[in-house]
């Protein structure tokens, strides 16, 4: 396994359906090449930044949400997992950052309880 440090994470609903990711590992730059994660998406994509990488959000063809973990280990990728629910309109994301730096990502239409990761 190799350690990253992830800078930035880029994501976007690619023209085959599914997740393609960039990541930016120094401040200096450059962005790494476009990944695919995989998954099949139907909208855009939301992602939130944690202290120990990120996760991705995306609208399955099933119209639930999907969260893919992003971490400093290669290859990065920790899969898909439903969180259930009905998007409408694709995903987005934020990540908030309360006392004691713990990342709290919530949704914008649901009570942020709810979704506290």
């Known amino acids: 396994m190799k350690l990253v440090a992830l800078v930035a994470v880029f994501a976007c609903h690619g023209l085959d359906d599914s997740v393609w990711i960039a990541l930016l590992t120094s401040y200096a730059g450059p962005w790494s090449s476009a990944t ?10 939301g992602v939130a930044v944690r202290p120990d990488g990120a996760t991705v959000y995306a609208q399955g063809i099933d119209s639930h949400v999907y969260a893919n973990r992003i971490t400093y280990v290669l290859p990065f990728s920790g899969g898909w997992n439903s969180l259930g629910g009905t998007a409408r309109f694709g995903t987005g994301a934020a990540a908030l950052l309360p006392p004691m730096n713990q990342p709290r990502s919530a949704r914008s239409d649901e009570a942020p309880s709810r979704w506290a990761t």
């Open 36 to 45: 695919s994660i995989g998954g099949t998406v139907v909208d855009g994509v």
